[in-house]
C-alpha cells in the first residue's frame, strides 16, 4: 500500500449533549471549541499558517517546522512535526514552548511518554512519497491542511474544516489582548460548574482540538467505555474516566475506562485514529454522506495523534497493537469461571462455596473477595474472619484454583500504609502541594501517586513473595483485583479528583486523569510479577475497572456495576465488542447483574451468554441474594452447569484466541465485519460475533420468552449447526431461523474450520492439562479445512523463549494432516475426531486401518492413536463429499 500525504488546512456542527456529570456546554473547554467551531463556519477563515522554513530530516521521514497562530495583535509560533512510521503509519505532533515559572508543571502533558512502550520506528524513504502532484514536497502557507490517500485515493482530510485549535498560554489580565475572533472565554480562568468551583486553572486554558473527515467511511467504531451498540451513532461521546453509579442503557455518558482509538472500515480498506491524549476529551461524531467526520477536543495535553491504514480491521488493530503493545497472555486458570461477590462472610463461608462447587459438579478457577475481607477496610490487612488466609489458599490449590482479593488505589488516613505513604512523599497532593485527603470506602482517605517510581518501590515491598508477608504470605494462587482507579472519590467533583491536585513531576490530574486507573494497575501487575518470578506460576492476574490504551498488556477489564435486567445483558455483547476494537478485548461483564436479584430465566440466559465473555465472572451487590450455580435449583441448575461445562471443554479454542490476540490484537470476540467486509449488513450486527479465528459463530438469546432467532452469517461459506456444541444441521444461506428452548445456546460452526476440544468435566482448568483432546473438522465448501492449536505450560513465560507447540491441522484432498512447529513438549493424545458431513469406506494411518463410525451422516474416527506434538496424516479413502444443502 502507498500513501501520499498532502498540507493544506478542517468545523462540523456539534450541540451539547446533557451528561449526568458535566454536559459539554458546562465543560469550559468543550463548550469554547463548540463556539469556535460554529464561527469557523460562519468565517471560514483560518488563524494557522506555516510561515517559516521547515526541516525535512531522517532522509524524508520526518518533516518539522512551526506552525503560526495568528492572533490580532501578536503570533504564537507553535512546534509540530508529521512523521512517517513504519507500516504506513502516520504521526502528527503539535506542542507549545512555555516560558512560566510556576509551582506546577507548565509544560504540556506527553501521553505518548506512557502509552507509547519505545522509540518508534520511521519509515524507509525509498517508500515514502511527498508530493503534490509535482512530485515535491509542498507546505503551504496558509490553510494548514492534510490530505491522506491511499492507492492514489483521497480518503481521509485533516482541518478541511479549519478547527484546529490549541489555546496558547496567556494571563488573564490580557486575555482579551490574545483571543481570536471566534472565540469565547467562557470558563478560560474559572470552572463554574457546581463542584468544581474551587478550581484554580493556573495556566489558564490549553485545549487542543482537529477534526478528522474519512472519506466514503460510514462505519465507525471504538472510542471506548461507553454504554452503546457497537457501531458508533451521531453524537458526541466524552472519554472521561469516573466511577459512575448504575449507568444507563444506550448512553453515550462516560465510564470507567477511555481508549481514544477510533476505527473505520469499508471493503478493502480499514483505518485507525489514535488520539493520544489522557485528558478530559470529547469526540463529536457525524455521517454526512460525503463519510465519517469527527472533531476532537481534550483539556490540554499536546496535540498528538496516529494515522493507522490496512486492507482489513484486524491489520489495523496488529499496527496499533505494534505501538501500544499487545494483551498479555494470561494463565490459563484466568480464562475459566470466577466466582464472586460483595461478599463472602469469612473463611468458612468462601471453603463451603468451594466444596459446593464440586458438590454440583460444576468447574471453576477462582473465588474473589471483596473489601469487606478487609480490617475496616485496610487494604494489606485481613480481618478476624479469616484466621488462616495462608492455610485457605493451600486448601485452594488442592483443586487447581486460585483467590483474587481486592485492593483500590484510596489509602485509609492513619493506617500503617497511609502513614508510609504520606511520609515519603508518595501520595496524590491538592493544589497546594499538600497530601490530598478524600472519602472513599474507608472513609477520610489519601492516594497512592502511581506516577512516582517510589510508590512502585513501596508497593513491590508489600506483594513480596514470603512466609513473612501476612497478606499474600508465600502461596502464589493468589492475584489482585483494582477497582475504584479512576480515582474515585466519593466527594470530589464528578466524583473524582479535583483536576488542580498534583501528582509526580509536577503535573495537575487534570492532564494525566485518564492515565490513573492504567498506572495503578500497571504497578500491581509488576509488584505481582516481581513476586512470581522465581516460581513456575509466573503470569499475573489483575482485574481492573479503569483503563486506557496500553491497559491490555497489563491486565482484564469488567463493564462495572451493570444491573439485573435484560437490557444490561443485551449490552453487554457490543461494549465488550467495541473494547475488543479498541485492542482491550480482554473484558467481561458481571454474569447476573451487579444490582439488583434476576430471574431464573434472566441468570440462566446470562450464564449462556457469559461464557463467551473472554472474563467470564459472576459477581453481585452485597444487598443483592445469593446466586451461585445451584441455588435457582433444576432445571436452571443443569442448564446452567451445562453451559458452564461447555466453556471449558472449548478451553483449548478460548486460550488459542487469547494467544492469537497477544501476538496480533486481534479482538477475543470478533464483530462480524472483521470476517467480511464484503457485505454492508455485517458492519451492523452485534448481537453475534466470532470466538477469535476458531470459526465458532454464536448468537446468545437475550431476549426474555424467545422462541426463536435468526442466524445472519457473514459470507457465502456453509455453516454446521452446533447449538449447546452438538452438530445437527447445515446451512448454507444468508441467514437461518433456529427455535430455541431455555437450553439452548445458538452457534454455529463456519465451514473449513477444526476446532479442538476437551470433553472430560475437571474441577478447575489446571485439572485438565492432561486430558486428550478431540477434534471438530467442519468442512468448507470445497472440502478443505484448517485450524490450529497452541499449547504452553499455561502459567510461566518460557512461552517467550520457545517453549511452546503449535499443531496445526489440515484437511485436504482426502487426508487430515498435523503439522508441527515448536519444542514445547506436550504429548497430548487425541480421543477422537469427528468430520462433519462426510461419508468413508476406509481410514488409515500409516497403512493401518483405524477405526470409525458413521454418526448422523457424520465421521467419527475412535481412538486414532495420534498426539498433537507429532506430525501425522490420516487418510479417508472412498468420497470425501458434502450432502446436498
Not at 95 to 113: P, Q
Not at 605 to 611: A, K, L, P, V
Request: with cysteine.
Amino acid at each position: 500500500m502507498q500513501i501520499f500525504a498532502i498540507f493544506y488546512w478542517f468545523c462540523l456542527v456539534i450541540s451539547a449533549k446533557q451528561y449526568l456529570f458535566k454536559s459539554c456546554e458546562e465543560n469550559g473547554f468543550c463548550k469554547r471549541n463548540i463556539d469556535y467551531c460554529r464561527n469557523k463556519l460562519q468565517t471560514k477563515i483560518s488563524n494557522y499558517f506555516i510561515e517559516d522554513a521547515i526541516e525535512v530530516g531522517s532522509e524524508y521521514a520526518v518533516i518539522s517546522g512551526l506552525l503560526t497562530k495568528k492572533l490580532p495583535n501578536s503570533d504564537v509560533k507553535l512546534p509540530f512535526q508529521l512523521s512517517f512510521l513504519e507500516n504506513d503509519n502516520i504521526r502528527f505532533t503539535l506542542d507549545e514552548n512555555r516560558n512560566v515559572d510556576l509551582n506546577i508543571n507548565a509544560n504540556r502533558f506527553k501521553a505518548s511518554e506512557h502509552v507509547l512502550p519505545h522509540e518508534l520506528r520511521l519509515k524507509d524513504s525509498t517508500s515514502i512519497t511527498i508530493h503534490d502532484g509535482a512530485e515535491k514536497i509542498l507546505l503551504l502557507y496558509k490553510d494548514f491542511k492534510i490530505e491522506v490517500f491511499v492507492n492514489e485515493t483521497l480518503q481521509m482530510t485533516i482541518n478541511e474544516d479549519k478547527f484546529l485549535n490549541l489555546e496558547h498560554f496567556r494571563n488573564e489580565s490580557d486575555n482579551q489582548q490574545q483571543l481570536l475572533p471566534e472565540e469565547s472565554d467562557f470558563n478560560m480562568f474559572r470552572d463554574n460548574f457546581k463542584d468544581s468551583t474551587s478550581d484554580k486553572l493556573p495556566l489558564g486554558p490549553e485545549s487542543i482540538g482537529l477534526d478528522f473527515n474519512f472519506v466514503d467511511f460510514h462505519n465507525a467504531y471504538g472510542i471506548p467505555e461507553h454504554s452503546k451498540g457497537l457501531k458508533l451513532e451521531e453524537e458526541i461521546y466524552r472519554l472521561y474516566n469516573v466511577d459512575i453509579f448504575e449507568y444507563e442503557v444506550d448512553s453515550n455518558l462516560p465510564m470507567y475506562g477511555s481508549i481514544p482509538f477510533l476505527l473505520v472500515s469499508k471493503p478493502r480498506l480499514s483505518m485507525g485514529l489514535f488520539w493520544i491524549n489522557s485528558a478530559d476529551t470529547y469526540i463529536n461524531l457525524s455521517k454526512p454522506k460525503s463519510g465519517a467526520k469527527t472533531h476532537w477536543m481534550s483539556e490540554n495535553g499536546v496535540l498528538d495523534f496516529i494515522i493507522f491504514f490496512g486492507e482489513s480491521p484486524a491489520e489495523v488493530n496488529k499496527k496499533y497493537g505494534e505501538i501500544t503493545g499487545f494483551p498479555t497472555l494470561p494463565q490459563l486458570f484466568a480464562l475459566g469461571y470466577h466466582q464472586c461477590r460483595w461478599n463472602y462472610n469469612d473463611q468458612k463461608d468462601l471453603l463451603e462455596i468451594n466444596s459446593l462447587f464440586d458438590e454440583h459438579q460444576i468447574p471453576y478457577d477462582s473465588i474473589w473477595l471483596d473489601i469487606e475481607y478487609t480490617d475496616n477496610k485496610q487494604y494489606f490487612t485481613w480481618n478476624s474472619n479469616f484466621p488462616d488466609p495462608s492455610g485457605m489458599l493451600d486448601e485452594l490449590d488442592l483443586t487447581g484454583r486460585n483467590l483474587i482479593i481486592i485492593i483500590d488505589p484510596h489509602i485509609k488516613k492513619g493506617s500503617k500504609v497511609s502513614n508510609h505513604l504520606q511520609k515519603n512523599g508518595l501520595t496524590l497532593m491538592n493544589s497546594e502541594n499538600d497530601t490530598f485527603y478524600g472519602h472513599c470506602w474507608p472513609g477520610e482517605s489519601l492516594w497512592v501517586d502511581s506516577f512516582n517510581p517510589g510508590s512502585q518501590e513501596y508497593w513491590d515491598e508489600l506483594h513480596r513473595l514470603s512466609p513473612e508477608n501476612k497478606v499474600f504470605f508465600d502461596n502464589t494462587n493468589i492475584h489482585l483485583w483494582n477497582d475504584m482507579n479512576e480515582i474515585s472519590v466519593f466527594d470530589g467533583p464528578e466524583t473524582s479528583s479535583p483536576r488542580d491536585n498534583l501528582q509526580y513531576g509536577g503535573y495537575e490530574e487534570r492532564s494525566l486523569h485518564n492515565l490513573n486507573g492504567r498506572k495503578f494497575h500497571d504497578m500491581t501487575y509488576s509488584s505481582l510479577s516481581k513476586r512470581l518470578e522465581s516460581t513456575q506460576r509466573q503470569r499475573p492476574f489483575v482485574l481492573t475497572r479503569s483503563f486506557f490504551a496500553g491497559s491490555q498488556k497489563s491486565a482484564a477489564m469488567w463493564t462495572g456495576d451493570n444491573m439485573s435486567k435484560w437490557e444490561y445483558l443485551k449490552l453487554s455483547i457490543p461494549m465488550l465488542l467495541n473494547n475488543g476494537v479498541a485492542g482491550m478485548p480482554f473484558g467481561g461483564a458481571d454474569v447476573g447483574g451487579f444490582f439488583g436479584n434476576p430471574s431464573k430465566d434472566l441468570l440462566t440466559r446470562w450464564y449462556q451468554t457469559g461464557i463467551w465473555y473472554p472474563f467470564f465472572r459472576g459477581h453481585a451487590h452485597i444487598d443483592s441474594r445469593r446466586r451461585e450455580p445451584w441455588v435457582p435449583g433444576e432445571p436452571y441448575t443443569s442448564i446452567i452447569r451445562d453451559a458452564i461445562n461447555l466453556r471449558y471443554t472449548l478451553l483449548p479454542e478460548f486460550y488459542n484466541a487469547f494467544r492469537e490476540s497477544s501476538i496480533s490484537g486481534m479482538p477475543i470476540l470478533k464483530p462480524l465485519f472483521y470476517e467480511s467486509q464484503k457485505f454492508s449488513k455485517n458492519y451492523d450486527i452485534e448481537d453475534e460475533f466470532f470466538l477469535g479465528n476458531s470459526g465458532i459463530l454464536v448468537k446468545p438469546v437475550t431476549e426474555e420468552t424467545t422462541k426463536e432467532v435468526t442466524i445472519v452469517f457473514p459470507d457465502s461459506e456453509i455453516y454446521y449447526d452446533f447449538t449447546n456444541g452438538k452438530i445437527s444441521s447445515r446451512y448454507h444461506t444468508q441467514s437461518v431461523k433456529v427455535p430455541v428452548t431455555l437450553s439452548d445456546i445458538p452457534m454455529v460452526i463456519k465451514g473449513g474450520s477444526i476446532i479442538s476440544r476437551k470433553m472430560r468435566y475437571r474441577r478447575s482448568s489446571k485439572l485438565m492439562n492432561h486430558d486428550p483432546y478431540t477434534l471438530v473438522v467442519a468442512p468448507s465448501s470445497t472440502n478443505s479445512a484448517s485450524g490450529s492449536l497452541y499449547v504452553d505450560d499455561y502459567e510461566s513465560f518460557d512461552y517467550k523463549n520457545g517453549s511452546f507447540l503449535v499443531a496445526n491441522f489440515e484437511l485436504k484432498n482426502g487426508k487430515l494432516t498435523n503439522k508441527v512447529t515448536g519444542t514445547f513438549n506436550a504429548p497430548r493424545r487425541i480421543e477422537k475426531i469427528l468430520i462433519l458431513n462426510t461419508h468413508a469406506t476406509k481410514v488409515e494411518h500409516d497403512g493401518a486401518s483405524l477405526r470409525f463410525k458413521s454418526i448422523d451422516g457424520n465421521l467419527e474416527i475412535q481412538n486414532p492413536g495420534l498426539h498433537i506434538n507429532e506430525d501425522w496424516n490420516i487418510v479417508i479413502k472412498k468420497d470425501l463429499v458434502h450432502d446436498e444443502l
